[in-house]
Nanobody, 121 residues
Framework: QVQLAESGGGLVQTGGSLRLSCAAS????????MGWFRQAPGKEREFVAA???????MYADSVEGRFTITRDNAKNTVYLQMNSLKPEDTAVYYC???????????????WGQGTQVTVSS
């Protein structure tokens, strides 16, 4: 089992920035690719970004160039730096762990509880 806990969400104005953190505990963090997903009210959960243990990256087109995913394997933590935020980025953001490097929600075995990000216009 891997336990994941997100933090760092909040309310920010359009154009602002936030950094989300996801602390992992349990099985070896380095065995897993880590991803960020988000879910807005009335919408399906969607992929945001993913990173492997060695640092390979993947982003959704909607956040490419604005969001940056990183991980600190020594601290068992993954981050999502979000810049130039837009109202359409408003959602609950989840981190997740997978044995595959994937953008598919079905590939992820463990999920955090989520943290709310609200971008005001």
């Amino acid at each position: 089992q891997v336990q994941l806990a997100e933090s760092g969400g909040g309310l920010v104005q359009t154009g602002g920035s936030l950094r989300l953190s996801c602390a992992a505990s349990g099985r070896a963090f380095g065995n897993y690719a880590m991803g960020w997903f988000r879910q807005a009210p009335g919408k399906e959960r969607e992929f945001v970004a993913a990173i492997t243990w060695s640092g390979a990256l993947m982003y959704a087109d909607s956040v490419e160039g604005r969001f940056t995913i990183t991980r600190d394997n020594a601290k068992n933590t993954v981050y999502l730096q979000m810049n130039s935020l837009k109202p359409e980025d408003t959602a609950v953001y989840y981190c997740a762990a997978a044995q595959l490097f994937s953008a598919r929600t079905q590939s992820y075995d463990f999920w955090g509880q989520g943290t709310q990000v609200t971008v005001s216009s």
